[in-house]
């Protein structure tokens, strides 16, 4: 089992930045990737971004490129995500995954055998 802790969500105005951090624990050894998705009211879970620590390859959702960036610390079991200019279209609740199965499809929810609870992201107009 690998658990996950998000936090550093919370309420920012529109043009802001805001960093997230997702904390692993357990058997963290089995971790091949870790991914970050958000899901909005009303909305279905999308993919935001993804780190594979083999490599540190990083893989973006279209609409989050150039604004946001996401980094880990393997030995530390942490992973980021650094946001910025963010828009009220950003208001969702984020979520950390992590992959142990060397997936290929780190875009696609299913890839992913556990998650975090959520941390709430609230950007204001």
């Known amino acids: 089992q690998v658990q996950l802790v998000e936090s550093g969500g919370g309420l920012v105005q529109a043009g802001g930045s805001l960093r997230l951090s997702c904390s692993a624990s357990?058997?963290?050894?089995?971790?091949?990737?870790m991914g970050w998705f958000r899901q909005a009211p009303g909305k279905e879970r999308e993919f935001v971004a993804a780190?594979?620590?083999?490599?540190?390859?990083?893989y973006y959702a279209d609409s989050v490129k150039g604004r946001g960036t996401t980094s880990g610390d393997n030995a530390k079991n942490t992973v980021s995500l650094q946001m910025n200019s963010l828009t009220p279209e950003n208001t969702a609740v984020y979520y950390c995954?992590?992959?142990?199965?060397?997936?290929?499809?780190?875009?696609?929810?299913?890839?992913?055998?556990?998650w975090g609870q959520g941390t709430q992201v609230t950007v204001s107009s």
């Open positions: 995954a992590a992959d142990t199965t060397k997936s290929l499809l780190l875009k696609r929810k299913d890839a992913y055998e556990y």
């Open positions: 357990g058997r963290t050894f089995s971790t091949d990737a």
């Open positions: 780190i594979r620590w083999r490599g540190s390859s990083t």
